[in-house]
């Protein structure tokens, strides 16, 4: 136990150290921040949003007749485009004189009929939609009688979600359901590619360099590889973390956040719940991926394979929409019962419903048995000779290193 | 008590005998010789005492019980192929290896230090392992062994790379440690050293012992009726050797059954026209007693260097 922390601490400062790793950590996200700065200077206010939304002024001057009398004033980001004429005549010549392209006339029956006309020199069946709806936004907004309400009609479903704490609707949860898994997925999968990586680098080094022979002599192979792999995957976590902090604080600094409806928690015992399938997967890809790297004769080899290892860590993804909609139906069940698919669905599961006690205990316990026994698996091939000599695994080797000889 | 009793170990990797009925004791206060020729089954035998291999058959007792965990902490090994983290400070390094023998970080450092300075690699302390030179990563190697003060030390192949005056300081160590009542096991083809160090020896051969005891009494054993003298003068005839022959600047003398050294010595001794300057009773060299030992049934000296490969290493 405490040669387990000693090299679980060395791994964790050794690596930490590192120059690629500090600008893996903090510079990556330090070029993030900056472009994020960089984009939300010239980014839109929501003012500048709005203002999408609504009609701009076609790129000529257009021309208008008001018989009706509805049109007092035209907005002001529009008024520039837009001259009013006494009468047809006035327009008709106006358009001859090439000051405008085309002119509406707003009849006096406007009011009853609804039917404005349009004058155009050139029919343009594509453009000609642009251009009404310049016009249509400027009666509106004399109908209405103020331009806020003009642009309230125009945009009448500015959508904000809200959850009522305790009482989480059905559609905030589903939608919370299925992204949360997929996110928990990354932040594991992202953790031990990265802890993963470092531990296959820090065996095929320790086999380089020879030092395993010393280490074999000095700590049990269990210790090693329990202390490669907490301090390795401490810095996977502390890496992660780093990232999502970052993230978390470039779009607090741009203003923004994540998707999240206001007020949804996911609870501290849920939480808790998804730390520890998270920490029991972590241990179990770690220890599957250590024995690999005690296998196979180099680092190559090792990390090529690894994407093997993390298949079943997948699995769940093919069936997210089964376990979202029935999350205690029996194929959400048998998954999150089965160690390798676990961690994964029992998260996915955890976000919408309470599974029973007994299926969590019994995953927990599963998943607890699972690692252990890989970890004992893996300490095993730790002190073969295959580790030793660093020869290609055969069946006979593989054999002879389970059986510890 | 012994400190380590091997008995009738045998091991076998797939179809080659690496180690055949061997077994051995070293005890506290000694230098054992772990001797042989490549693939000889030295370094299997000792990956056995450490449980780094389990044997086939046979028993190993290690310091009173099986081998386990805690044990390790009370051994200093220097295995034959040997590394340090290349990219970690000197001081650093050895620090930490202390530290997995059980060692407190500040009586670990406190230990380091003492060493470099012996081993005068103190001004080295902060550099990188890589940055140091072949001599100076062996010496470093040495206090990685030596660090936490163990109980019994398995030295393999210590000399390796090291240069006239460094192996002067290591065998000052050794013997140092010797006379603090430690058990030291040493494997190397060095033979001058095994005689200047070794108290007893083992000398394996394709898999099996075939010499073990004494260091004198294995050399006395070996020895002939044959004197060494150096004389100034012509030797000439001399009543009761059989044959004579030069040797390193002095003559070997053959004595027939009946003639003692000590009747040549009163004989030469006896002559005007010699001045003795050298006299001695020839015994063979170890290096004598190994080739003759490992010599094949055809009477032919197998390549040593270029003989079976270690059974793992």
């Given at each position: 136990m405490r040669n387990m922390l000693t090299i679980a601490r060395h791994e964790f400062v050794t690596l930490v150290r590192r120059k690629s790793f500090l600008l893996m950590v903090f510079g990556l996200p330090l070029l993030a921040m900056v472009m994020v700065a960089i984009?939300?200077?010239?980014?839109?206010?929501?003012?500048?949003?709005?203002?999408?939304?609504?009609?701009?002024?076609?790129?000529?001057?257009?021309?208008?007749?008001?018989?009706?009398?509805?049109?007092?004033?035209?907005?002001?980001?529009?008024?520039?485009?837009?001259?009013?004429?006494?009468?047809?005549?006035?327009?008709?010549?106006?358009?001859?004189?090439?000051?405008?392209?085309?002119?509406?006339?707003?009849?006096?029956?406007?009011?009853?009929?609804?039917?404005?006309?349009?004058?155009s020199r050139d029919f343009n069946p594509i453009g000609a939609q642009n251009q009404v709806t310049a016009f249509r936004y400027v009666l509106m907004a004399n109908v209405a009688g103020s331009e806020e309400l003009a642009s309230l009609l125009w945009e009448p479903f500015?959508?904000?979600?809200?959850?009522?704490?305790?009482?989480?609707?059905?559609?905030?949860?589903?939608?919370?359901?299925?992204?949360?898994?997929?996110?928990?997925?990354?932040?594991?999968?992202?953790?031990?590619?990265?802890?993963?990586?470092?531990?296959?680098?820090?065996?095929?080094?320790?086999?380089?360099?020879?030092?395993?022979?010393?280490?074999?002599?000095?700590?049990?192979?269990?210790?090693?590889?329990?202390?490669?792999?907490?301090?390795?995957?401490?810095?996977?976590?502390?890496?992660v973390v780093a990232w999502l902090g970052t993230a978390g604080l470039a779009l607090a600094v741009g203003g923004r956040g994540l998707n999240i409806p206001e007020g949804y928690s996911l609870g501290l015992d849920k939480l808790l719940l998804g730390l520890l399938f998270f920490a029991l997967g972590y241990v179990l890809y770690a220890s599957l991926v250590a024995g690999l790297g005690a296998l196979a004769p180099s680092l190559r080899d090792a990390s090529q394979a690894t994407i093997i290892i993390y298949a079943p860590l997948f699995i769940p993804l093919w069936f997210i929409n089964s376990i979202v909609n029935q999350p205690n139906g029996l194929p959400a069940v048998i998954m999150s019962l089965v160690p390798f698919t676990a961690p994964v669905t029992m998260l996915a599961r955890v976000v919408r419903v309470a599974p029973p006690?007994?299926?969590?205990?019994?995953?927990?316990?599963?998943?607890?048995?699972?690692?252990?026994?890989?970890?004992?698996?893996?300490?095993?091939?730790?002190?073969?000779?295959?580790?030793?000599s660093g020869q290609p695994v055969s069946v006979a080797s593989l054999r002879s290193a389970l059986r510890g000889d | 008590m012994a400190l380590v009793e091997v008995q009738h170990v045998s091991k076998r990797f797939g179809q080659m005998q690496a180690v055949r009925d061997v077994s051995l004791e070293v005890d506290q206060?000694?230098?054992?010789?772990?001797?042989?020729?490549?693939?000889?089954?030295?370094?299997?035998?000792?990956?056995?005492?450490?449980?780094?291999?389990?044997?086939?058959?046979?028993?190993?007792?290690?310091?009173?019980?099986?081998?386990?965990?805690?044990?390790?902490?009370?051994?200093?090994y220097l295995p034959e192929e040997r590394g340090l983290y290349r990219e970690l400070p000197l001081l650093e390094c050895l620090v930490y290896l202390a530290q997995l023998k059980g060692v407190e970080k500040a009586a670990a450092e406190k230990s380091v230090r003492h060493y470099l300075e012996q081993l005068d690699l103190a001004e080295s302390a902060n550099k990188k392992v890589k940055d140091l030179s072949r001599g100076m990563q062996q010496k470093?190697?040495?206090?990685?062994?030596?660090?936490?003060?163990?109980?019994?030390?398995?030295?393999?192949?210590?000399?390796?790379?090291?240069?006239?005056?460094?192996?002067?300081?290591?065998?000052?160590?050794?013997?140092?440690?010797?006379?603090?009542?430690?058990?030291?096991?040493?494997?190397?083809?060095?033979?001058?050293?095994?005689?200047?160090?070794?108290?007893?020896?083992?000398?394996v051969n394709r898999g099996e012992g075939v010499l073990y005891g004494r260091l004198a009494d294995i050399q006395s054993s070996f020895a002939g009726n044959a004197i060494r003298v150096q004389v100034e003068g012509e030797l000439g005839p001399v009543p009761g050797v059989l044959a004579m022959h030069p040797e390193n600047g002095a003559?070997?003398?053959?004595?027939?059954?009946?003639?003692?050294?000590?009747?040549?010595?009163?004989?030469?001794?006896?002559r005007p026209d010699l001045k003795v300057l050298g006299f001695e009773v020839a015994t063979p060299s170890l290096d004598d007693i190994f080739i003759s030992v490992v010599t094949d049934a055809s009477g032919e000296v197998p390549d040593l260097h270029a003989a079976a490969q270690e059974a793992i290493t």
């Open positions: 984009l939300n200077v010239s980014a839109p206010t929501e003012e500048d949003m709005m203002a999408l939304l609504l009609p701009s002024a076609p790129d000529q001057a257009q021309g208008y007749v008001d018989e009706a009398g509805v049109v007092s004033r035209v907005p002001e980001a529009l008024a520039p485009a837009f001259v009013s004429y006494p009468s047809v005549d006035d327009a008709r010549r106006a358009v001859a004189a090439g000051e405008i392209t085309d002119f509406y006339v707003v009849p006096s029956d406007y009011l009853d009929s609804g039917t404005v006309i349009s004058y500015r959508l904000e979600e809200v959850a009522v704490q305790g009482e989480q609707t059905e559609a905030s949860t589903e939608a919370v359901s299925y992204w949360l898994p997929y996110a928990l997925l990354m932040l594991l999968f992202m953790s031990l590619t990265f802890a993963t990586g470092w531990l296959l680098q820090s065996l095929s080094d320790e086999k380089d360099s020879r030092m395993l022979e010393v280490m074999l002599s000095s700590v049990a192979p269990t210790e090693i590889l329990a202390g490669k792999t907490i301090g390795l995957g401490a810095a996977g976590i502390l890496q006690a007994w299926q969590v205990a019994l995953s927990v316990a599963l998943l607890l048995l699972t690692a252990y026994g890989s970890i004992r698996l893996a300490a095993r091939l730790f002190r073969t000779q295959t580790l030793l | 206060g000694e230098i054992f010789g772990l001797l042989g020729p490549n693939g000889a089954g030295k370094t299997t035998t000792i990956r056995m005492m450490l449980n780094i291999f389990r044997p086939d058959s046979g028993t190993i007792i290690m310091m009173g019980g099986p081998m386990n965990e805690d044990k390790k902490a009370r051994i200093g470093a190697q040495i206090i990685a062994t030596v660090a936490h003060e163990p109980e019994l030390l398995i030295y393999d192949e210590p000399f390796q790379g090291l240069d006239p005056v460094n192996v002067r300081r290591v065998k000052d160590l050794m013997e140092e440690q010797r006379a603090s009542g430690k058990a030291i096991i040493m494997s190397t083809h060095q033979m001058n050293q095994v005689e200047a160090l070794c108290d007893r020896i083992l000398l003559q070997r003398l053959t004595l027939d059954e009946h003639t003692s050294p000590q009747a040549v010595l009163a004989s030469l001794c006896g």
